[in-house]
């Protein structure tokens, strides 16, 4: 069964970080390029960041440039995202996709996990 599957969310107070992960089990994720995405409440899902399969291309959503920072580890099959300098409004439900190439649309991934909850609050 291919899944993924999202951990390291919490509540943080502003300012903080958290580093969030997405593995795989039953796929490799060698050959995917993937996708951080997150979705607030009452809001439309959006990208955040995505990396290339190889991990020599990523990109970022303007709100994450200069403070989350994505990488990826294929020896253990792990994507990561590392978010420093955390605000309130990047409180959201986070999702990781694994797909083709590296986009920053939500149609452009094939496999989803389950999510993670961030909340950035005092």
């Known amino acids: 069964q291919l899944q993924l599957v999202e951990s390291g969310g919490g509540l943080v107070q502003p300012g903080g970080s958290l580093r969030l992960s997405c593995a795989a089990s039953?796929?490799?994720?060698?050959?995917?390029?993937i996708g951080w995405f997150r979705q607030a409440p009452g809001k439309e899902r959006e990208g955040v960041s995505c990396?290339?399969?190889?991990?020599?291309?990523?990109n970022y959503a303007d709100s994450a440039k200069g403070r989350f920072t994505i990488s990826r580890d294929n020896a253990k099959n792990t994507v990561y995202l590392q978010m420093n300098s955390l605000k309130p409004e990047d409180t959201a439900f986070y999702y990781c996709?694994?797909?083709?190439?590296?986009?920053?649309?939500?149609?452009?991934?094939?496999?989803w996990g389950q999510g993670t909850q961030v909340t950035v609050s005092s």
């Open positions: 039953g796929f490799t994720l060698d050959y995917y390029a």
């Open positions: 990396i290339s399969s190889s991990g020599g291309s990523t």
């Open positions: 996709a694994a797909g083709a190439i590296a986009t920053m649309n939500q149609n452009d991934y094939e496999y």
